[in-house]
């Protein structure tokens, strides 16, 4: 495979690099890192470096320039909800020198540029006749769905329309349901005050055991026990 390879010297400008696939070999200072796919780097200015990639490789990067500079290099993994965003530009700030709010905010909104930029990318077209039931789950998952009426309104068999929905999704629609669910209990556990019954309720769930039941199945920690470790963390955005 062709590398492709480029040096950086006295670079007015700081740099965020993601990996969407492939891994780039980054050297700095006589020693070689390695920046694996789905994980992404801070590189301060005036650091001088290089780096490889292969043709089959995809890099995203931006530049831009901070009034206080950051002392190192920060490696990190791809973050998949807004609380790991958060995780993320805090690991970014708490290398930072001296910085002000304005700061703060900027980083923050390149690294969420820079995901919008990466992370919405579809891998591959959905197949259009399965577009309505995806739809209808995305906006009514807090309540009860059939499957069966999603495959008549997909104009389908019950058969196919499951067939189509995981060869597209890699999922079943139960469970692509149940994900929206525990996406949206993260975040009303995260940055809301609602207790886990209110959540529960909000949810779609007739009691907080099933609601709880279903949380520690997929995220492998309570409800309760999530809530305190953010809290723990004491997480800013």
């Known amino acids: 495979m062709r590398e492709l390879s480029n040096q950086f010297t006295d670079r007015p400008f700081c740099s965020l690099i993601y990996v969407e696939k492939g891994q780039l070999s980054y050297m700095h200072k006589n020693k ?8 992404f780097c801070y590189i301060p200015s005036e650091i001088t470096y290089s780096y490889k990639n292969t043709s089959k490789s995809k890099i995203s990067q931006i530049d831009f320039s901070l009034y206080y500079n950051l002392c190192n290099v920060v490696l990190f993994d791809k973050p998949t909800d807004l609380g790991e965003i958060s995780i993320t530009q805090q690991n970014i700030i708490n290398n930072i020198i001296a910085t002000d709010k304005s700061e703060k905010l900027l980083i923050t909104g390149l690294i969420l540029i820079l995901l919008a930029n990466t992370f919405s990318k579809p891998e591959h077209k959905i197949d ?10 995305n906006q009514n998952f ?3 769905i059939y499957i069966v009426d999603l495959a008549e309104m997909c104009h389908l068999s019950r058969a196919q329309f499951e067939r189509i929905f995981k060869s597209n999704l890699g999922t079943t629609p139960i469970k692509y349901k149940n994900n929206l669910i525990i996406a949206e209990a993260k975040k009303l556990l995260k940055y809301s005050s609602l207790s886990i019954n209110e959540i529960s309720s909000q949810l779609g769930f007739n009691d907080s ?3 709880c039941h279903l949380f520690k199945n997929t995220v492998s920690k309570t409800p309760k026990n999530y809530r305190k470790f953010f809290m723990d963390k004491k997480i800013i955005i």
């Open 32 to 39: 070689t890192f390695y920046i694996n796919e789905n994980h």
């Open 128 to 137: 259009k006749r399965i577009i309505p039931a995806i739809n209808h789950i």
């Open 142 to 144: 807090n309540q009860k």
């Open 209 to 211: 055991y099933s609601f």
